[in-house]
């Protein structure tokens, strides 16, 4: 049975007319303008991006968490949002691309809009004025007409040219739209975020761009009403948090026996490890590899694998960490591992646990920049060659364009402790580099996978070893989670000479 309470969410959806319209520097402008003011801050990510979400959590203090709703679902949306948000004093939520740009161009499906529509939030547009004056009005109504069920409850316009251009997109907007223009920043070309490139999120976690964060929030201060856009924020409706997931939606979701993990445990730091409070002889464990080259995680999967009865180890490879001995199951998350090729190759401890840890048949998962680190070899975009895990009979090469985008149904090719044969797990791919296998036409591929291009064979599956370029969602096919903690528990009790 489900039991709902309703509940204020003090919450905003910052979205853009489309992708460079400025709204990642408005979003952290506003964060960071909120957090100075005392405000607790939620940040989340509508879509499957890690680099916004590493943003937000730079300049809140906080994890910040990827909303979508088709990857999951919106049943599992709303009880995320509404777990993570409960506690904070308000909630940002950074949209991606343009309002209504997502998977299908015929409807919200992937959008920021149907994360808008799904969790009743209100909306801030934000909107690039240069070289325009009421025209501007125009591109407002057209965004306010496309779905009218969505709340566009205010506009910031970027890139004005000066007070003046500002006062006049102003009147245009509120004369015709009938919503209030909250702010305004100036053209300013240093304002803009650095491009993503590889050494992107180290700069984040030293701190590096901590003045560009001060920089935006006074950029947004200067010209933008802050006490109205907590009012708006205030005004959101209040949202009913379900206190269980719904298992009943079998269109979308598995309903599969093993699944344990009910609940979704958000914390303010989501990835910061669990207390023992299972006891060590029944839990097993499961090494996770987080370091600036491992780092692409979400955070739902992680307490996912938690609530069905894991407990995670964090390691770090580029500390010189081997796996660690009490692991019963590895996971080797994405990020940048071609950045750091010669420390990954001179851990040998490292590689050799990860070939013992197949050797002795223990679970591992691994996924795109850790799907990398198990070839035979890795070749970066300078041209040098590193030898990696040798697991997969494959040699990766980077590339200077991007080889591979986009949202993806990942159906299984055979039965793996991740899942059945012929299920579907989704997820998410984007990576630079490609895998080259050695042995064509004899591949125990892990997936064949569906996207925009049509369908693919990818990964790897053998043993105990699943791998991929996808970046799966365990929320999109629950009965993974509780799978995977599953066999990981029968490899602990198979090395302590004990039986299930």
């Known amino acids: 049975m489900t039991i709902s309470n309703q509940h204020a969410r003090p919450r905003l959806i910052i979205a853009g007319t489309g992708s460079g319209a400025g709204k990642t520097t408005v979003t952290l402008g506003l964060m ?107 591109i407002v109504l057209g965004f306010q007409q496309l779905e009218p069920e969505l709340n566009i409850a205010g506009v910031i316009v970027n890139r004005c040219g000066s007070a003046g251009h500002y006062s006049i997109v102003k009147k245009a907007i509120e004369q015709m739209c009938g919503i209030p223009v909250v702010g305004w920043l100036k053209r300013e070309e240093d304002m803009s975020i650095p491009e993503r490139h590889l050494g992107l999120v180290p700069a984040i976690e ?52 093993m699944w344990t993990g009910v609940h979704l445990k958000c914390s303010e730091d989501s990835t910061s490890g669990v207390s023992d409070e299972r006891g060590t002889s029944s839990s097993p464990v499961i090494a996770v590899a987080r370091d600036a080259a491992f780092n692409f995680y979400y955070p739902d999967n992680l307490e996912l694998l938690e609530a069905a009865g894991a407990r995670l180890k964090y390691f770090s490879p580029l500390a010189g960490d081997g796996i660690p001995t009490e692991a019963d199951g590895i996971y080797l998350g994405g990020g940048f591992p071609e950045e750091f090729a010669a420390l990954i190759a001179d851990n040998v401890s490292f590689l050799e646990g990860l070939r013992e840890a197949v050797r002795s048949e223990m679970p591992l998962f691994a996924e ?13 975009q300078e041209g040098l060659t590193y030898n990696m895990a040798g697991i997969i009979p494959a040699k990766v090469q980077m590339q200077a364009k991007r080889a591979a985008l986009g949202y993806r149904e ?91």
């Not at 680099?51 to 995320?80: C, F, K, Q």
């Open 32 to 138: 960071k303008a909120l957090a100075r003011s005392g405000m607790s801050v939620q940040g989340f990510k509508c879509g499957p991006d890690y680099i916004d979400p590493t943003y937000h959590t730079a300049v809140t203090g906080r994890a910040s968490r990827n909303l979508d709703a088709w990857m999951t679902s919106p049943e599992y949306v709303r009880e995320a949002f509404a777990k993570a948000s409960a506690g904070h004093d308000i909630s940002i939520i950074e949209g991606v691309m343009g309002l209504y740009d997502g998977k299908d161009p015929l409807s919200n499906t992937g959008s920021t809009a149907e994360i808008a529509l799904v969790t009743q939030t209100p909306v801030i547009l934000v909107v690039d004025v240069r070289s325009m004056a009421r025209s501007a009005a125009a």
């Open 206 to 257: 030293r701190g590096e761009l901590e003045p560009l964060f001060e920089r935006a929030a006074d950029a947004l201060l200067e010209g933008t009403d802050l006490d109205a856009i907590i009012a708006i924020a205030k005004a959101a409706p209040a949202i009913k948090e379900e206190l269980t997931m719904n298992h009943e939606d079998v269109s979308r979701q598995n309903t599969d026996p």
């Open 368 to 380: 795109c920049g850790g799907y990398m680190v198990l070839a035979e070899t890795l070749t970066n």
């Open 410 to 500: 990942a159906r299984a090719v055979e039965d793996s402790y991740l899942l059945k044969k012929g299920e579907v797990i989704r997820g998410h791919e984007f990576h630079y580099s490609t895998m080259t296998y050695q042995e064509e036409g004899n591949i125990p591929y892990a997936y064949e996978t569906k996207g925009l291009r049509g369908m693919k064979q990818e990964g790897y599956a053998r043993g105990n070893v699943v791998a991929g370029y996808t970046h799966v969602h365990l929320g999109s096919h629950p009965g993974t989670a509780g799978r995977w903690v599953q066999h990981c528990l029968s490899y602990r009790l198979r090395r302590s000479g004990q039986h299930i």
